[in-house]
């Protein structure tokens, strides 16, 4: 090949590695479009759906603050950057006990790490991240009697569309987690599996993988009414004891 053709592959290797590729099903990929690629988008519409349709009046709505470590576990990801930071602001409403849907946004970004190893790759620098997902959460441990939607165990499916760059692209959102009511916050840990969807027309194909450690606090969440107090009961005194009562009689007469 010549030496035009050579830098030619060389500027596109470089501008695919400027920023971190977290895809979107795209109208330029030949061929039918994967059920796959096309999940995040069903899973979007038929939550907005539910959402507006069946949740109850009386529910209410729930916020969520959830500051955390963000990973990449898988490659080239993993080779390109280090750990970052993520956080994500989120609301839901509960249309059973155990069942809330809701919506997410987030950002984050990733340390530089080490540089390509092939010579062909620029040092992409720093990754960012920017999502919007809709979300379907569990908690299959709840009573029906408990009006607090932010306690206990919680498993959590959501999808929808990530930003870095300009590229727009599918992402997959999955998590687990456990709340504890302390005083008017509920807060527990949130582990989630981030999976960010790449077309096949790019120049690396491979999906992203991203792993999320953090803290979850719940505000707005309802609270169980303190037990009632019962009132004491009044007690009947016992008669008085004629003997005594003949006794202090004659020793007041006598004195």
């Known amino acids: 090949p010549s030496k035009k053709w050579r830098r030619s592959l060389g500027a596109r290797r470089r501008r695919a590695t400027r920023k971190l590729r977290l895809p979107w099903p795209s109208s330029t990929i030949p061929g039918p479009v994967p059920f796959m690629k096309r999940a ?44 970052g930071l993520t956080g994500a602001v989120a609301v839901h409403r509960a249309v059973h006990p155990a069942v809330l849907l809701g919506g997410r946004l987030r950002g984050g970004f990733l340390f530089d790490g080490p540089a390509p190893a092939d010579d062909g790759y620029a040092d992409p620098g720093v990754a960012s991240l920017a999502a919007l997902t809709f979300s379907l959460r569990l908690r299959p441990l709840t009573r029906t009697e408990d009006p607090r939607r932010g306690t206990g165990l919680w498993l959590e499916a959501g999808g929808g569309a990530s930003l870095t760059g300009s590229d727009v692209r599918a ?79 004659a020793a007041h007469s006598s004195g």
């Open 171 to 249: 992402i997959l959102d999955v998590g687990v987690g456990w709340g504890f009511e302390v005083g008017a916050v509920d807060i527990g840990p949130a582990l989630r599996y981030l999976h960010v969807i790449q077309p096949n027309d790019q120049l690396e194909p491979r999906d992203a993988s991203l792993l999320t450690l953090g803290l979850e606090l719940t505000f707005l969440d309802a609270r169980r009414a303190p037990p009632e107090e019962e009132e004491p009961e009044e007690r009947e005194l016992p008669p008085p004891d004629a003997d005594r009562v003949r006794d202090e009689r």
């Open 40 to 83: 995040p988008l069903l899973l979007v519409a038929s939550l907005l759906v539910g959402l507006s349709s069946t949740a109850h009046a009386d529910e209410p709505w729930t916020l969520q603050l959830e500051p955390a470590v963000m990973l990449p576990v898988s490659s080239p990801q993993f080779d390109w950057f280090g750990p």
